[in-house]
């Protein structure tokens, strides 16, 4: 068997995982992989020039066990004269909910990262082998994840690196008996336990009857997945930054014909992810994929605050500005009143009678958008607004740009939706003019952005 | 659960398996899987419009089972009145050895096309499941393919269409039971019989606790790597095609830098592939990439006959021509001789001295390429001429093409590599020229291309 240290010199080498003159800061749990971890980098720091030290997260979840750890490990680093950081950390909500690893794992990173800027280190090192890759892999599979699962974690992200990344479980096992390194039961790596268990003890020795190489395929296949994802990343980022101006994307349509459908979706995500921060679903990529098969103008809102549209010439996502209530009085005539979506003018004896003239004297009129709790008024019974606005499938995005018109407290018009008429030789009259939408809805950044 | 009928329908909607008129071959095992889709399709064929019959391939492999099954498929089609074409094949160096099943398998499809076209029919339809593919990618993923084998095998490719590809077996199972529909034990099914059984019995269940909806997870990540790989091949064709010209590629080293190190090795292997119908492996993909990143003339023969090369502005991969070997007979001075890579002119009295004037009177000299047994004299010991350019790092590409100098049977000269050194003052030497190898590795094409 090839020596340990000089593979996991190779992996740092082929993976560029640490320059000279670095400093390294090692999470120590104090189980194996992270103690050989420990033991060939503090062997390896003068060849590579580095300084190292250790971290080790207490989170106190396991009573004395989580005593034991720390005990452990405060030996370990004396003996082994490396530099300790101890830091315990209650995980808040703590009980041994499903989430708690999840959270304790966050809470873990983030105390590494801590440490690491006070210490004025560079890197984190993990002991990840490709046992776990092999696990992790196999597990994402299962559970269906994207090609991000499928590739399993990297060999350096960020400040994180994994120079055990091409090591095998056993490699790490004989290492130790080697080298007679003292170890505790890995006591931080209770995350899905019971799923990686599966994994490690009942279907992982059984794929090893079919291959005995099988961290080697999975090592070679996540290559070839990140190498992938690289590339389909680099190509997104190219088409992303060249039409997101502003914290909005405008791509001409004609643009998105040529590019590949899958290419596309990828655009999709990354743009929609910088301008909202938010993940779209792959039901939500499907939809949007097929509005843009469809002619004329059509929008979806993946987001309340999010909108993507297609119009004649460009495809957009943007944020939607958070609308303004508006209410104008009108007591004079003729008017004509702007709001968002339509123009309204009012008359005497034209346009559509919506209300007699002494009402209109003893009253006036109000166009305003809508308020909770408004109802209108029908022959026998009353509704709703919201209601009938739902009813008459009044998308979301415009109900609150919608004008209603109203005497005393009283609808009396909804241009397209309602009109109370009245049946008076003398009265005051409704005319109305749909606005473009599209002429607001490209070019210019939205209001908020 | 779903009507497998609507099921079906949906999967042949989604990939266009099927179009109104065709007509519909159903490979015909009469194992469960197999069954059950000719079942559903002659049930379907007026509302898909198309006409159905089937096909079986009896490979006579297991004796009585495999009469059995033939006679078992004869009364099926018979009872559901369908016609059916039996093949009785004999598999070609039969025997129970490991690849038996791989060559039953390719003869199987050869057979159903054979059917096919005598049927003037237009798809094939193959029974297998998503629990197939649930087993064919994980075993892919065991012993490490690519993308191809991690997405499995495919909904539509060629005249092979797969309507069960979203079916679980359950659900076949199912319409079995309900429909009382008869079958025997898949026996076409043998290939890899040991290591499928491993991942059906033994593998799948345990990752069904982990997530019970495994097939479809499955559909889903194979479904993005079909895309990945769509949109990756369109990227690589448009490339190869633009610089691919009568077997010949040559693309612009500035290109090569510009686009995706993943991008280059997949248009690389496509190039490659197209130009000697012979696979690159991985590691010799890698090679080409190093060589990339060097100054100056580089070439790599990755099979006998093929050569791969860059040079100061373009990266090339080209049929080599074959080589003609060749032999001038040199009697009177001063003569020229033009070889491949040296032009060797032979004086009196001037040049490296190799031959008396006597010797040449008497023998003349001959200049040719090598032969077989050559050897070369030294002053205590010969050594085969072989051995000597493999010492000398002579490339196998060009060590036809060196020009040997001899005289009665005994070398004297090669250009930079050997000379027999004569010290009389009537001599004939030589003076050679070596020629720019670069100027007949760009730009036109080799001879035999």
Same mark, same amino acid.
């Given at each position: 068997?090839?020596?340990?240290?000089?593979?996991?010199?190779?992996?740092?080498?082929?993976?560029?995982?640490?320059?000279?003159?670095?400093?390294?800061?090692?999470?120590?749990?104090?189980?194996?992989?992270?103690?050989? @971890?420990?033991?060939?980098?503090?062997?390896?720091?003068?060849?590579?020039?580095?300084? +190292?030290?250790?971290?080790?997260?207490?989170?106190?979840?396991?009573? &004395?066990?989580?005593?034991?750890?720390?005990?452990?490990?405060? &030996?370990?680093?004396?003996?082994?004269?490396?530099?300790?950081?101890?830091?315990?950390?209650?995980?808040?909500?703590?009980?041994?909910?499903?989430?708690?690893?999840?959270?304790?794992?966050?809470?873990?990173?983030?105390?590494?990262?801590?440490? @690491?800027?006070?210490?004025?280190?560079?890197?984190?090192?993990?002991?990840?082998?490709?046992?776990?890759?092999?696990?992790?892999?196999?597990?994402?599979?299962?559970?269906?994840?994207?090609?991000?699962?499928?590739?399993?974690?990297?060999?350096?992200?960020?400040?994180?690196?994994?120079?055990?990344?091409?090591? =095998?479980?056993?490699?790490?096992? %004989?290492?130790?008996?080697? %080298?007679?390194?003292?170890?505790? +039961?890995?006591?931080?790596?209770?995350?899905?336990?019971?799923?990686?268990?599966?994994?490690?003890?009942?279907?992982?020795?059984?794929?090893? =009857?079919? %291959?005995?190489?099988?961290?080697?395929? !999975?090592?070679?296949?996540?290559?070839?997945?990140?190498?992938?994802?690289?590339? +389909?990343?680099?190509?997104?980022?190219?088409?992303?930054?060249?039409?997101?101006?502003?914290?909005?994307?405008?791509?001409?349509?004609?643009?998105?014909?040529?590019?590949?459908?899958?290419?596309?979706?990828?655009?999709?995500?990354?743009?929609?992810?910088?301008?909202? *921060?938010?993940?779209?679903?792959?039901?939500?990529?499907?939809?949007?994929?097929?509005?843009?098969?469809?002619?004329?103008?059509?929008?979806?809102?993946?987001?309340?605050?999010? =909108? !993507?549209?297609? &119009?004649?010439?460009?495809?957009?996502?943007?944020?939607?500005?958070?609308?303004?209530?508006?209410?104008? =009085?009108?007591?004079?005539?003729?008017?004509?009143?702007? *709001?968002?979506?339509?123009?309204?003018?009012?008359?005497?004896?034209?346009?559509?009678?919506?209300?007699?003239?002494?009402?209109?004297?003893?009253?006036?009129?109000?166009?305003?958008?809508?308020?909770?709790?408004?109802?209108?008024?029908?022959?026998?019974?009353?509704?709703?607004?919201?209601?009938?606005?739902?009813?008459?499938?009044?998308?979301?995005?415009?109900?609150?740009?919608?004008?209603?018109?109203? *005497?005393?407290?009283?609808? !009396?018009?909804?241009?397209?939706?309602?009109?109370?008429? +009245? %049946?008076?030789?003398?009265?005051?009259?409704?005319?109305?003019?749909?606005?473009?939408?599209?002429?607001?809805?490209?070019?210019?950044?939205?209001?908020?952005?």
């Amino acid at each position: 068997m090839e020596n340990l240290r000089d593979k996991v010199l190779k992996t740092i080498d082929k993976f560029s995982l640490i320059h000279k003159g670095s400093k390294v800061l090692v999470a120590l749990s104090g189980g194996p992989d992270s103690v050989t @971890l420990l033991h060939l980098l503090n062997q390896l720091k003068d060849r590579l020039s580095v300084e +190292v030290a250790a971290v080790h997260v207490n989170h106190m979840l396991r009573g &004395e066990e989580s005593e034991r750890d720390e005990q452990f490990v405060r &030996e370990l680093c004396r003996s082994w004269k490396v530099p300790l950081f101890v830091e315990r950390v209650n995980v808040p909500g703590i009980s041994k909910g499903k989430n708690v690893e999840a959270v304790a794992r966050r809470e873990r990173y983030r105390k590494f990262k801590e440490v @690491l800027e006070s210490w004025k280190g560079d890197l984190v090192a993990l002991g990840h082998t490709a046992s776990d890759l092999t696990e992790t892999v196999l597990l994402n599979l299962t559970r269906g994840t994207g090609l991000k699962g499928l590739r399993g974690f990297l060999p350096k992200r960020d400040v994180f690196i994994r120079p055990l990344f091409e090591v =095998k479980r056993e490699e790490v096992e %004989n290492y130790i008996r080697e %080298n007679k390194i003292p170890f505790v +039961v890995d006591s931080s790596n209770l995350e899905t336990k019971y799923e990686r268990n599966l994994l490690r003890i009942e279907i992982v020795p059984i794929l090893k =009857k079919i %291959n005995p190489s099988l961290e080697d395929a !999975i090592l070679r296949e996540t290559e070839i997945l990140r190498e992938i994802e690289d590339f +389909v990343s680099s190509e997104v980022k190219n088409l992303v930054s060249a039409y997101l101006k502003k914290e909005k994307f405008c791509i001409p349509i004609s643009t998105v014909k040529q590019i590949h459908p899958f290419l596309f979706s990828e655009v999709l995500r990354e743009a929609y992810r910088r301008i909202s *921060t938010k993940e779209l679903s792959f039901e939500k990529v499907q939809l949007v994929r097929k509005i843009l098969e469809k002619e004329g103008y059509r929008e979806i809102f993946p987001h309340r605050g999010f =909108k !993507i549209y297609k &119009e004649q010439e460009f495809f957009c996502i943007e944020k939607e500005g958070k609308f303004e209530k508006f209410s104008f =009085k009108v007591d004079n005539l003729p008017t004509t009143v702007e *709001t968002p979506l339509y123009r309204l003018s009012f008359y005497k004896n034209r346009g559509i009678p919506i209300l007699t003239v002494r009402e209109f004297e003893k009253n006036g009129l109000i166009v305003r958008s809508r308020l909770p709790g408004d109802r209108l008024m029908f022959k026998d019974f009353s509704k709703k607004l919201k209601k009938f606005l739902i009813e008459k499938r009044v998308p979301f995005s415009i109900r609150d740009k919608i004008p209603i018109v109203e *005497t005393s407290g009283r609808i !009396i018009f909804i241009p397209n939706l309602y009109a109370r008429r +009245v %049946n008076s030789p003398e009265f005051i009259g409704v005319e109305f003019e749909e606005k473009a939408e599209s002429s607001n809805s490209r070019g210019e950044d939205s209001k908020e952005s």
